[in-house]
């Protein structure tokens, strides 16, 4: 028994022995010693790999190191790298197939490795074979974060093609789709946007209201109200908080009164910043609720408040505006006014008297008939003129549309 037990003993020391020579020759990377490295240890499919990159660099012909990872691979046909390896050495000798065959077989062996996947979707992609690419992309685009700008531009150039990309690239993750939004957004791609977003809200999957804010631009820029009304009204269901945001029969301007933090943008108010005509929400200052909107002029010109809202209207509808608002000190020979234009005609149908000197909250009122093409209203504070030099503070509450109770014209 004790034989037996001082024999094993011999066999694991002799084991361990051979595993740290190995390791310590291959650690050199030094194409003799990693051969050493081989001789001790012919099972390790690492040190195979190691000479054939040592090859691949110094040696004469790619043949050895061809040689050296293809036993690397057939060793431990599970390690992508291996597999890798083995394309690049075809590359370079320029045996395309062969090339291709180990980058898929790469993928097999780590099918979720966003790296591997990398790989195998650019080589598809020089090979202009896309619909293989689009494969290894949505990988990456399931897999890693950071490359999901990257792989959609390649996706976008290899294609062009919005349908495919979306069935074969993008996998169900709405910052994904989101993502891609923008990219066809900065594209001006207005059809291809419409399918990701239809697509998007068909995943059933919650995200932030204020990601998709771009693509509203893109449609109020384009023309399609309608479109944009309609996605709207699927963001509030998608994002709960939007609903505080939509339009009632009572009043059709959003958030008329700025008790919600304003989106600066969709069919909230959009809003710029500049010190010369400066906006700040004022607690302390209101009409009614708790909140309204101040803005205050500091002595330059400005054409008015950089705030404006879209609203849209009906054709040939009438229409009933007011707004509530008050002044402190305002010196100029053009005070602020409240306007409704056609969005994209910039027809007007209301311009209110300016304010000017120090008031107390006033209504402002206007009736309107929208024209037979108007379906999209423009709600701006202006100056007319906007020229003279202008300081004070202007104060906005109470800011309502609704539709006429008796049309006419």
């Known amino acids: 028994m004790a034989a037996v037990c001082f024999a094993g003993m011999c066999f694991y020391i002799q084991a361990a022995l051979r595993a740290f020579l190995a390791a310590h020759f291959a650690s050199s990377l030094e194409a003799s010693r990693l051969e050493k490295s081989i001789r001790l240890e012919p099972g390790n499919a690492e040190y195979y790999d190691l000479l054939g990159r040592n090859l691949a660099l110094s ?11 293809q036993t690397a691979v057939r060793l431990n046909p599970y390690e992508a790298r291996y597999w890798l390896d083995l394309a690049g050495a075809y590359q370079i000798a320029g045996r395309t197939q062969e090339q291709g065959d180990s980058v898929e077989q790469a993928a097999l062996a780590e099918p979720t490795s966003p790296h591997v996947a990398w790989e195998a979707a650019n080589f598809f992609v020089v090979q202009g074979d896309p619909d293989r690419a689009l494969r290894y992309f949505r990988v990456v685009l399931a ?18 093609n919005v349908e495919k990309i979306v069935a074969q690239a993008l996998p169900p993750i709405p910052e ?5 939004l923008r990219l066809l957004i900065t594209q001006q791609e207005t059809v291809g946007a419409e399918t990701v977003w239809a697509n998007l809200v068909g995943l059933n999957k919650p995200f932030s209201g204020r990601l998709a804010l771009p693509y509203f631009r893109l449609l109020l820029t384009k023309q399609e109200p309608a479109a944009a009304k309609t ?7 998608i994002d709960p908080s939007i609903k505080a ?9 959003i958030n008329g009164g700025f008790e919600q933090n304003m989106l600066n943008g969709g069919f909230d108010w959009w809003y710029n910043t500049y010190p010369q005509a ?33 609203v849209p209207v009906k054709p040939n509808t009438t229409y009933e505006f007011s707004a509530e608002s008050r002044s402190e000190d305002i010196d100029t020979a053009s005070g602020p006014r409240f306007a409704v234009v ?18 107390p909250w006033r209504p402002q009122r206007a009736r309107f008939r929208t024209g037979p093409d108007t379906n999209l209203v423009l709600l701006e504070i202006v100056r007319d003129p906007a020229k003279p030099l202008i300081r004070g503070k202007f104060w906005v509450d109470d800011v309502t549309l609704t539709e006429s109770a008796t049309q006419g014209s």
């Open 176 to 180: 994904v789709y989101l993502s891609f």
């Open 231 to 237: 996605a709207w009204e699927q963001l509030s269901r």
């Open 59 to 69: 040696g004469p012909s790619l043949d050895p190191a061809i040689q050296n990872f």
């Open 342 to 359: 056609d969005a994209y005609t910039n027809q007007s149908y209301v311009l209110t008297d300016d304010t000017l000197g120090t008031t």
């Open 143 to 160: 897999n890693d974060p950071e490359a999901v700008n990257s792989a959609l531009q390649l996706c976008w150039r290899a294609t062009g």
């Open 245 to 253: 945001y939509l339009p009632t029969r009572e009043n059709l301007v």
């Open 278 to 310: 400066a906006l700040a929400i004022d607690t302390t200052e209101f009409r009614s609720g708790s909140r309204s909107l101040s803005v205050t002029f500091d002595g330059h010109s400005v054409p008015g408040a950089p705030i404006l809202q879209y």
